[in-house]
Nanobody, 121 residues
Framework: QVQLVESGGGLVQPGGSLRLSCSGFERFFIIYTAGWYRQAPGKQRDLVAI???????TYADSVKGRFITSRDEAKNTVYLEMNSLEPEDTAVYFCYGNGRTTYRGQVSDYWGQGTQVTVSS
């Protein structure tokens, strides 16, 4: 069973930086997409950054040039480096993975429990 676990959230001042980590990808047999979504209070869950197995990475327009997602395959971990943070970035950030856990298994979505990021002075 895949269990994605985020860490690294917290309180940061505007203009500051945070790095989120997400572990748990070792349970996948194959990963098609992986990355990050976020959900602000009273709003829907939106894509932040996601990479696909074809090598492409997609970022939300609001974070382009400020956020970078990366992965360490040896550690089965995905990261989200967030720079120049703004109050509008305040949200719960969720790690996401889509893939199979076995060769013939069903393609499924998996989510972490979320980590709070608050940008405030």
């Amino acid at each position: 069973q895949v269990q994605l676990v985020e860490s690294g959230g917290g309180l940061v001042q505007p203009g500051g930086s945070l790095r989120l980590s997400c572990s748990g990808f070792e349970r996948f047999f194959i990963i098609y997409t992986a990355g990050w979504y976020r959900q602000a209070p009273g709003k829907q869950r939106d894509l932040v950054a996601i990479y696909s197995s074809d090598g492409t990475t997609t970022y939300a327009d609001s974070v382009k040039g400020r956020f970078i997602t990366s992965r360490d395959e040896a550690k089965n971990t995905v990261y989200l480096e967030m720079n120049s943070l703004e109050p509008e970035d305040t949200a719960v950030y969720f790690c996401y993975g889509n893939g199979r856990t076995t060769y013939r298994g069903q393609v499924s979505d998996y989510w972490g429990q979320g980590t709070q990021v608050t940008v405030s002075s």
